[in-house]
């Protein structure tokens, strides 16, 4: 065998003990599933909107009839949503890191 085998093969005391800090484990993505649960929600929302038989129909003479007022209620709606869940993804983010320092 060459050299460099016998130099890989050979194993110190130092190479075989184990570290002395554990390792750490995976971090959770929660910004992933909070997100997923929310697309979830909303494709289940829309699929259980137009799975009737003329709910299509009501749907489509809902947005036609909408008024500017209510438009604009219903974006600004949308947004707070958004912040909602972007704070709840801060919240989980801060108490996972508050346990990691633990």
Do not use: H, K
């Amino acid at each position: 065998m060459s050299d460099n085998t016998t130099e890989l093969l050979d194993l110190t005391e130092a190479d075989a003990t184990p570290p002395t800090e554990p390792q750490q484990r995976a971090r959770v993505r929660w910004a992933g599933i909070v997100w997923g649960l929310v697309l979830l929600a909303c494709a289940a929302g829309g699929l259980w909107l137009v799975s009737g038989s003329d709910a299509l129909n009501a749907l489509q003479d809902w947005l036609f009839e909408l008024q500017v007022s209510a438009a604009i209620a219903y974006a600004i709606l949308g947004i707070g949503a958004f912040v909602l869940v972007c704070g709840l993804i801060g919240l989980l983010r801060r108490a996972q890191r508050g346990r990691e320092r633990r």
